[in-house]
């Protein structure tokens, strides 16, 4: 069988580059061992967010009262819960099936094994092409000595395919899958405890959503050991987890879920393709070292988001057609926590800005001092901006009811070389959090009307 690109992987990115490279006329087929949509689709994004989304219903619920509406919460159906997550599902791997028929693009369910530059093996058939993209993702790490099995400890993706809600929960592991699935289950009744080995949080944000994020977690009643770690799970029931910090812990929890990152899968290979730490080195086009064959996605271990695997497949396509693409920056790759407030990140944090420019100034605004922000009365939140000594933005940083749709006004001020002054120039509408970003941008030069 002999086609222009073989693409293996039907996540964020090979889905993408197949529709991309199809309807610019391109033969495309795309080879796929798990459920169409990949991760993201299937046990990541998708189902994350549809189970957050009932968390945050289940929160106006509980705090009604303090808008005076008398409401009560009466406890949740969690069959009901995952039926809805997995009608979500559904609905998202429906619509990349009816991209893939809509542009004749050929799939081929099995595990592939590429087995020179332009062959690759899947179900003892050779398919020959042109090209080839590799967007196989990754996977979930285990720890050591503690290593998941699917029952007592778990992965996010089994996090997100339990029959009942546990009476209590233990996450290994803040960053923002540690919270968001502690957002989860404290909201949905589960008593939950979160461990995590650096001082803050959510390591790799800016401080400040950090502490936003323990204010949040410690308001839900979800008990934190940053600082800590996890030494031992015995398997009892309850399992008795053994924690190591600034006071030697023992703590009981009917599950523990095991939240520490993602690790590239590359596929099989005939051929010298996957580096040491096992992820696919590629350079700003997404080219491998062998000719021919591209690395999209969190298998390329450059940035494990959706948004970046779309990206990417964006620009492996334009190089697999001859056209001119701008090289791949995670510089300018926005992240967000969909918890509420919603927590969100583009370019350096504060602590990376001060480490790389001799001198920077930052402005914060907190959310509550929006004019959006006194009239729902949201108490935690805030703009962060950060801007290098000529004034040019580095790092935006929000936490806020929506954060994760509005910054993308900050990335995009990050993308087109902005100055703070410039962000801080715009006319937003009001009242909006999103206002909070104009003031925090005025208050790296001191200019916030509204900081008095």
């Known amino acids: 069988m002999d086609k222009d690109l073989t693409i293996i992987g039907s996540g964020p990115g090979g889905y993408v580059a197949a529709v991309l ?41 509980k705090g009604a009262k303090r808008d005076g509406i008398m409401a009560a919460f009466d406890g949740v159906d969690f069959d009901k819960i995952m039926s809805k997550k997995e009608r979500a599902v559904k609905v998202s791997r429906k619509a990349i099936k009816n991209l893939f028929e809509k542009h004749e693009i050929e799939m081929v369910e099995g595990e592939a094994e590429i087995v020179s530059s332009d062959e690759v093996k899947v179900n003892d058939e050779i398919i020959k092409s042109d090209y080839m993209i590799v967007a196989t993702g990754s996977k979930p790490i285990s720890l050591p000595n503690i290593q998941i099995d699917g029952e007592n400890i778990l992965s996010s993706r089994d996090a997100l395919e339990l029959d009942d809600v546990p009476e209590s929960l233990l996450i290994i592991g803040g960053g923002y899958i540690g919270v968001e699935m502690a957002y989860i289950y404290s909201s949905l009744g ?36 940053t600082g800590s770690k996890v030494t031992e799970v015995e398997k009892n029931k309850p399992l008795e987890v053994q924690i190591e910090g600034d006071t030697e812990k023992s703590i009981e929890a009917e599950k523990v879920l095991c939240a520490v990152g993602r690790k590239p899968t590359a596929p099989k290979s005939e051929i010298e393709l996957v580096s040491e730490d096992g992820h696919i080195d590629v350079d700003g086009h997404m080219k491998t070292k062998i000719e021919d064959v591209y690395a999209i996605g969190d298998v390329n271990g450059k940035s494990l988001l959706a948004h970046s695997a779309f990206k990417q497949a964006e620009i492996a396509v334009k190089n697999i057609l001859g056209e001119e693409a701008k090289s791949f920056s995670e510089f300018s790759v926005p992240a967000g926590i969909y918890t509420h407030p919603e927590m969100a990140s583009v370019g350096l944090t504060e602590k990376e800005a001060s480490e790389k420019s001799k001198e920077i100034d930052v402005g914060e605004f ?20 950060i801007a290098d000594s000529r004034n040019k933005i580095l790092g935006v940083h929000l936490a806020c009811p929506g954060a994760t749709d509005i910054i993308m006004e900050a990335a995009t001020a990050i993308e087109k070389g902005m ?22 941008a005025e208050n790296v030069s001191g200019e916030s009307v509204h900081s008095g």
């Not at 309807?23 to 796929?32: P, R």
């Not at 405890?193 to 204010?215: R, Y």
């Not at 907190?366 to 901006?385: D, N, Q």
């Open 419 to 440: 100055t703070a002054d410039e962000l801080g120039d715009l006319i937003h509408p009001h009242p909006t959090y999103s206002e909070a970003i104009k003031e925090a």
């Open 21 to 61: 490279a199809s309807k610019k006329g391109l033969d495309v087929t795309v080879i796929e061992k798990g459920p169409i949509g990949g991760v993201c689709t299937n046990y990541g994004c998708i189902p994350s967010k549809a189970l957050l989304s009932t968390a945050e219903k289940i929160e106006n619920i």
């Open 190 to 225: 589960s008593e939950v405890t979160i461990i995590e080995l650096m001082d803050d949080l959510l390591p790799n944000m800016d401080k400040g959503l950090s502490e936003v994020a323990e204010k949040m977690m410690k308001r839900k009643r979800v008990k934190i050991f």
């Open 366 to 385: 907190p959310i509550s001092a929006t004019g959006r922000g006194s009239s729902t009365g949201e108490r935690m939140g805030l703009a962060k901006v």
